[in-house]
């Protein structure tokens, strides 16, 4: 249970440097086949999709991090659920502003490449500007 967690942190700070760097199917490959990205403007789904929609939407500049902290896992066998706070920063004229921050709420799946999201939903508590290219 304590492998399995640790493998779950390590798999929700990929995600944010994953983002970070711009390796959208990188970031992807962490998704289920069947794994879902839902966000409050755009849902994507598969690998495909989330990488295709990550890479039109997230321009290099300005550049930002993501933060994930205060995670809650629940492991039962081969699946978990997981609640994480998040915070983005983007970069500023003067230093970094923030973004936006809410909730990550996430459904996991173990498979034999270790765990992946099934399902990855970003639910924002404040917003302010993005800085991404949304429809």
Same mark, same amino acid.
């Given at each position: 249970?304590?492998?399995?967690?640790? $493998?779950?942190?390590?798999?929700? /700070?990929?995600?944010?440097?994953?983002?970070?760097?711009?390796?959208?199917? #990188?970031?992807?490959?962490?998704? $289920? #086949? &069947?794994?879902?990205?839902?966000?409050?403007? !755009?849902? $994507?789904?598969?690998?495909?999709?989330?990488?295709?929609?990550?890479? =039109? *939407?997230?321009?290099? =500049? @300005?550049?930002?991090? /993501?933060?994930?902290?205060?995670?809650?896992? &629940?492991?039962?066998? $081969?699946?978990?659920?997981? !609640? *994480?706070?998040?915070?983005?920063?983007?970069? %500023?004229? &003067? %230093? @970094?502003?923030?973004?936006?921050?809410?909730?990550?709420? +996430?459904?996991?799946?173990?498979?034999?490449?270790?765990?992946?999201? =099934?399902? !990855?939903?970003?639910? /924002?508590?404040?917003?302010? +500007?993005?800085?991404?290219?949304?429809?």
């Amino acid at each position: 249970m304590l492998e399995d967690k640790d $493998a779950i942190r390590e798999l929700l /700070h990929r995600y944010c440097f994953c983002m970070d760097e711009g390796r959208f199917a #990188e970031l992807a490959a962490l998704f $289920a #086949e &069947d794994g879902e990205w839902i966000a409050p403007y !755009r849902s $994507a789904n598969g690998p495909t999709d989330i990488a295709a929609w990550l890479q =039109q *939407s997230v321009p290099p =500049q @300005p550049r930002r991090m /993501h933060y994930v902290m205060n995670s809650i896992i &629940d492991c039962d066998g $081969a699946r978990a659920t997981v !609640r *994480s706070n998040y915070l983005v920063m983007v970069e %500023g004229p &003067d %230093g @970094p502003i923030p973004s936006v921050c809410g909730v990550y709420d +996430d459904l996991l799946v173990k498979q034999p490449g270790g765990w992946r999201f =099934q399902r !990855r939903r970003l639910i /924002h508590a404040f917003k302010g +500007d993005m800085a991404l290219r949304l429809p």
